[in-house]
């Protein structure tokens, strides 16, 4: 595969996560916010195998392949696993209505876009245009778990963000090591995990939201 | 081959000790797993400091490496670990009698600490800033299970809150790792063997892009700097310093904070070679101003005792990134002190207050009286730890104050100054009211008035030999190993 191509993809497919991102905050339900994610790791993964092709660094496959297994699978099905378990209503109740927070996330992709635009020759070294989209997709995500007070949506806004740094990860020159790489994945699947044990916890002693907890101030 | 042997043993082995923990069910039999665990932890982290000292830095394949300034972060984590184990001898006799921690999930505890220990020793040995993120996510899942590990409601919202904006807090970090690789890779026109290592990027840092640099500094300061406690992205902080069990507040104030401090302060290196001192030491002042002055309002209106030492560290995280963002040798110099004085001081207070706080079965301290009466060394001993974290001589913390006060003149930032000196002024008058009305005076009947157990007490004398110790004498290898950390920051 051409370099030149590959970079068109890449863009092509930044495109998507920055969408699949929007829907995330876009929606008022929390399957879809979880299925959203899932596709937004699928992208990411087809992002990694594009960059396999294009270097012939056969580590991204392999990173491609785990990001298959463990975003799009794994992390979601445990996620929908828990809103079973714990039978909680699935309206995503937000802090800031979804329209404001829609336009706010427009202005922070025009910031990471201007913010990218202003570096020298570095940019050279990742393609296309996954700088900006890393850092759109990973404020987002922020934005996503500021915005909405449900512990399952929070953890959807992490997922989000993290494969924002993953996707800059991979076009930055070759990726980082492949051992770095999987040691990273392992701590975001034992993170996730943790989360879900509180959540559960905090549900069967006191049945609300461990995220609408509000007892420590001051 | 033999030093590079042992950077490998000293995280493997807690390791070790917390998953044999998990098949021993005896609480005597885990208790002495805990002190030989951890005793072998300061004899590794003394062993690779001789080392060090004698030969200059070690590394192990790339991944680990120890110089100065790993040496001085490690001997910190052994000490607090020997001594948070002495001290947990009797702290778990009083949480078992008043039935907070079940017998059967004794086991669990035991290992999780262990385990965070070990990520806490691997954030400080990795060379590679991937293995350095690693860890540092590692503790956050380690020590948010014990924050929530009590099981009450307060309890998991705090470990809630600690492992969601830490996580993402660090997701920052990682962030701003990739960009600094990115440009590291640029530079080298490649991806080179060890292109990710702090070591070869601190080489070539001064031809690193300055654009990208600044930006991956940036997202490290957020980053870790949510993880260190810096305002305004402390937020967790008091909830989880105040909501975990004792030991683990003593671990997470002394030690864990620092290794996120560490984590700053060699990409700190690396941003100063590229595009000049002046940006990340501004970054480091703004962050420091901000936490002392947001800490103090806090400290003065609250009532209850953990929350009120989690705000301190707020407090003295700030003062650290303040002699940091000083600079200059003084300044550094004065910020690696503190780490080591603030990390003995925060952890003794911790344990003396966990000890109150089981007497008195509150941690309010309008209820706490007359504790000098009831409890004399511990009384003692409080009184003498808050006198030190508010700076007054002959304690270590007013030495290393000293040193980035003096570090703010000889920079002339007079108004940064003039703001740190009125606040911390402030801190002191409110620190020494609320516990001086907790030492003295009389308690009420119904105070637990046990004797106070020797053993335990060891712990806490170790920590205050240190404390007075560094106030009047540094110990010329320690003063050794200072100079030659602030010599790999400032060059």
Redesign the interface.
Known sequence: MSVALATRLIDVLGALLLFSTLLILASGQLFRAIYAVAVQSVFLAIAGAVLGAATGNPDLWVIAGITIIVKAVLLPWLLIWVVRRIQISREIEPVIPINATLALAAGIVVLAFR?SA?????R???TGNALPV??AV?LL??LV?ASRRK?LV?MV??FA??N??FF??MA???G??LI?EI??I??VV??AL??G???L??RS??DTD??D????R? | MMTSGLLWLTPLLPLAVGLAMLLVRDRRVLTALDLVGSLTVLGLTLAIAGRVVRGGPVSALGVFRADHLTVLFLLLIGLLAVAVSVATVGWMRQELARGQMRAERLRYYYALVHGFVATMLVTVLADNLGILWIAMEGTTITSALLVGFHGDKHGLEAAWKYIIVTTIGISFGLFGTVLVYGAAAHAQGGVLAGAMNWSSIVAIAPRLDPGIIRIGFIFVMVGYGTKAGLAPVHMWLPDAHSQAPTPVSALLSGALIKCALFGIIRFHTIARAACGPQFSQGLLLTFGLVSVVVATPFILAQYDLKRLLGYSSVEHVGIIALGLGFGGRLGTYGALLHVINHGVTKALVFLVAGDAIGRYGTRDMRVIRGLLGIAPMAGTLLLMGVFALAGTPPFSIFISELMVIRAGIAAGRYVILAVFLCMVVTIFAGFIHRVGQMVFGTADASVGREPEARLPMLGLLLLVAAMLLFGVYLPAGLDRVLAHATEIIVG
């Open positions: 913010l202003s570096l020298g020759p570095v050279q070294a990742i890393g850092i990973i995500g922020v778990m512990a929070q806004g992490l963000t993290e924002g740094i800059t990860a930055v020159s070759q980082m090591p770095i040691g990273i392992l701590d034992l993170g943790v989360m044990i509180l959540v916890r905090v002693s006191v461990i995220a907890l509000e007892n420590l001051g």
